[in-house]
């Protein structure tokens, strides 16, 4: 192995440009009515549930038992998954290449449901080219919980000061550096190749 940090990337938001507002805009009529419905049904609290281990047959049941007259909208939240993601990050696809063809070791740490990431890795090349990925619907753990920073660090027998994290979270960045990551905040794919440039990783100034 190099002498170089090693990279562990979140997804959501750093390679995926997932938004459930792209789905709900498209099951209301108004900008207002797609939000409420994000603040009041389908929240981003619920959808850390998945996240953590529920299924999604188990957390539509039960959301639409409390709202039954948003029924088709709440089983759009499986059903419609991928029409949250509006595409890919292409600067942050360049990073990982750069990094894979400079043969640095790449990993993630993602709030992901294990169904809807099993479906992610047959649809995104961009996952088969990571050297290890932590699913936090797998582990029943989610960020920023520093649990799961542990259990990658010792699944892949790495410690913390080999690594930096990335994400577009600053809780999660926060419990990356806790655990004695260095970790970068993530806004944009050319503020990251900066970061990680000025971190001594060999990528391409632009």
Not at 84 to 113: H, K, R
């Amino acid at each position: 192995m190099n002498d170089h940090l090693i990279p562990v990337f979140d997804l959501g938001g750093v390679f995926l440009d997932w938004n459930p507002m792209y789905l709900f805009r498209k099951l209301f009529e108004t900008e207002e009515d797609a939000q409420w419905f994000y603040d009041n049904v389908c929240t981003s609290r619920w959808n850390l549930d998945f996240d953590a281990g529920v299924s999604y047959a188990q957390g539509v049941q039960e959301k639409t038992n409390a709202f039954p007259r948003y029924f088709d909208e709440i089983s759009a939240f499986d059903r419609r998954w991928h029409e949250m993601v509006a595409g890919l990050f292409q600067g942050t696809l360049d990073i990982q290449d750069e990094l894979v063809a400079a043969e640095i070791p790449t990993f993630a740490i993602t709030n992901f449901s294990r169904e809807k990431f099993h479906e992610c890795l047959e649809k995104y090349e961009f996952l088969q080219k990571f050297d290890g990925i932590v699913v936090s619907g797998n582990e029943h753990l989610i960020k920023p919980d520093y649990r799961i920073f542990y259990r990658f660090l010792d699944r892949y027998s790495l410690d913390a000061d080999q690594c930096v994290f990335i994400d577009d979270s600053y809780p999660n960045v926060a419990a990356a550096r806790y655990v004695g990551m260095k970790a970068v905040h993530f806004q944009s794919p050319e503020q990251l190749r900066k970061e990680l440039i000025e971190l001594g990783l060999p990528l391409k100034a632009t």
